[in-house]
Every structure is written in C-alpha cells, then in structure tokens.
C-alpha cells in the first residue's frame, strides 16, 4: 500500500553544472533499467544553488523524477539573512524538504522547536517534510535510541493535526551509521520504524499511521538495500554518499 521512496540527499556535493548531470545521467539509467516511478518513487535533495537546473530538467524532460531542498527557513519572507523560504522551493517546483537532519541539528544547533517551526513552514507551502530523526552513538550504547528517537518525533510534530500531516514521510537515521560505512542491521532498522509507527498510531490514529513512509539512512549501498527494506514497517531510504553516484542511486532505486 504505502509507495516505497528512494530519497537522495546530496548533502553540500555538486555545484549546478555538476548537478545537471548527476540527474540526467540519474534518468537515463533508470529509463533504461526500465524503472517503475509509480512503483518506486525517486526523489533528490541536491543543493538549493542547484535547484533551478534541476527543475528545468525535469519541467523540459518531462522526467518523473521528484526532488527538492534539503532544509529551508521557518519564515516566508523578510529580514532573515542568508534564509531560504519554503515558498521559493515551492515555486520552483519541489515536493519535499528534508527536515532536521543530525547535521542540521549538529552543526546549526537545530532543536526540536526549530524542527516543528519549519515543518509548519513547509506545511504552509504544500511541501512534504522528511523529517529526519535518529540517535548518536553514545544514546545507542546507553539503550536509550528508542526512547530518544521517538521523543525527537513527538517534539517535532507538537500541535499539528492528523489531518494536516497526510504527506510526511519520516527518515529514521542513526548517527553513528551516517557517512561510516557502519550500517544499523536489518533488525535495527525494521525495530525503530514499527516503533516509530506505533508513535504515529498513538499520536493520531492507525490510518495515519499506516498510510505514512518511513525511511531508513545510514550507509545505505546498493548490496545493502534490499535486506534492509525487507523489513515490514521500511518503507525506503534516504542515502547519502552513494547518491551522489548515478549508477549506484539507480540500483538502489531498483532494490528487488
Ligand atoms: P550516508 O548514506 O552517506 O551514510 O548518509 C546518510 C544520510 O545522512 C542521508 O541523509
């Protein structure tokens, strides 16, 4: 029922000539592996820079390829230096936007509050948020990752309704697994998206949370893949460095 997602976050990979030709060669592939987009849906999160090149490839090429930023600001407009609004990212023709991603949250000291007020950002303008969840290494060794992520969960989706939450898509990714070649297992990876599920049913009903994609990030390769999404409750990946690789995003993307 739910329509796995293929997510490519490029991270800060890939200035806009580089990026037009990431994604053409991204499609070709696909196109020729004879990829089923409504089967499988293929999204990248490339640069903000980039964006406008991507839209006019996608827009002229008629490719089914969805993409869109990988963080924006939890204002519209105005004196916000250096900020990106949602309605911008809208305007150019994205669907999605990751959403406090650990290197967001790491490196800009993005807490639960400013995750909540950007996913109402992007709820504003019509854009699904990937929300990005996971744990550090020292919460996994201390037991505490389940407890941890679905408290990142609950923060970040604060005062919003079931109704309005229909497009979220949730990345379970675990720190410690992120650019390290360390992968969660399997087993890992299936235990915190039914925990993370079962959250969502708690919050706001079985519906919602059995129509809602949640994705696994953190070393994802193509030889990997395929056992991790076997797990009932993966419904996709996010994937970093291998993305950035078209032949490898595309077998990813072609996971059974
Ligand atoms: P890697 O696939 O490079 O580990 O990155 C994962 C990630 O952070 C995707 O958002």
């Given at each position: 029922?739910?329509?796995p997602?293929?997510?490519?976050?490029?991270?800060?990979?890939?200035?806009?000539?580089?990026a037009?030709?990431?994604?053409?060669?991204?499609?070709?592939?696909l196109?020729?592996?004879?990829?089923?987009?409504?089967?499988?849906?293929?999204?990248?999160?490339?640069p903000?820079?980039?964006?406008?090149?991507?839209?006019?490839?996608?827009?002229g090429?008629?490719?089914?390829?969805?993409?869109g930023?990988?963080?924006?600001?939890?204002?519209?407009?105005?004196?916000?230096?250096?900020?990106i609004?949602?309605?911008?990212?809208?305007?150019?023709?994205?669907?999605?936007v990751?959403?406090?991603?650990?290197e967001?949250?790491?490196?800009?000291?993005?807490?639960?509050e400013?995750?909540?007020?950007?996913?109402n950002?992007?709820?504003?303008?019509?854009?699904?948020?990937?929300l990005c969840?996971?744990e550090?290494?020292?919460?996994?060794?201390a037991?505490?990752?389940?407890?941890?992520?679905?408290?990142?969960?609950?923060?970040?989706?604060?005062?919003?309704?079931?109704?309005?939450?229909?497009?979220?898509?949730?990345?379970?990714e675990?720190?410690?697994?992120?650019?390290?070649?360390?992968?969660?297992?399997?087993?890992?990876?299936?235990e915190?998206?039914?925990?993370?599920?079962?959250?969502?049913?708690?919050?706001?009903?079985q519906?919602?949370?059995e129509?809602?994609?949640?994705?696994?990030?953190?070393?994802?390769?193509?030889?990997?893949?395929?056992?991790?999404?076997?797990g009932?409750?993966?419904?996709?990946?996010?994937?970093?460095?291998?993305?950035?690789?078209?032949?490898?995003?595309?077998?990813?993307?072609?996971?059974?």
């Amino acid at each position: 029922v739910r329509r796995p997602l293929i997510a490519g976050n490029w991270k800060m990979n890939m200035d806009h000539m580089q990026a037009i030709a990431l994604v053409q060669k991204l499609a070709w592939t696909l196109d020729d592996a004879g990829h089923d987009y409504e089967r499988v849906q293929v999204s990248v999160f490339p640069p903000f820079t980039d964006l406008r090149g991507v839209q006019t490839l996608v827009v002229g090429d008629k490719l089914s390829l969805d993409y869109g930023a990988q963080d924006l600001s939890e204002k519209d407009s105005g004196a916000y230096t250096g900020d990106i609004s949602g309605a911008f990212l809208a305007k150019l023709g994205c669907t999605q936007v990751l959403i406090g991603h650990s290197e967001r949250r790491e490196i800009h000291g993005e807490g639960d509050e400013t995750v909540n007020a950007k996913i109402n950002a992007a709820l504003r303008h019509e854009l699904a948020p990937v929300l990005c969840v996971g744990e550090g290494l020292d919460v996994r060794q201390a037991g505490d990752h389940v407890t941890h992520t679905l408290a990142q969960v609950e923060a970040a989706l604060q005062g919003l309704a079931a109704e309005q939450l229909s497009e979220l898509v949730i990345a379970y990714e675990p720190v410690w697994a992120i650019g390290t070649g360390e992968v969660a297992g399997p087993e890992d990876a299936q235990e915190m998206a039914r925990a993370i599920r079962a959250k969502l049913a708690e919050l706001y009903g079985q519906e919602l949370a059995e129509a809602t994609r949640i994705l696994y990030g953190g070393s994802v390769k193509s030889a990997n893949v395929a056992s991790i999404l076997a797990g009932a409750d993966v419904d996709g990946a996010l994937v970093g460095g291998a993305s950035l690789d078209a032949e490898e995003f595309a077998k990813i993307a072609q996971f059974e």
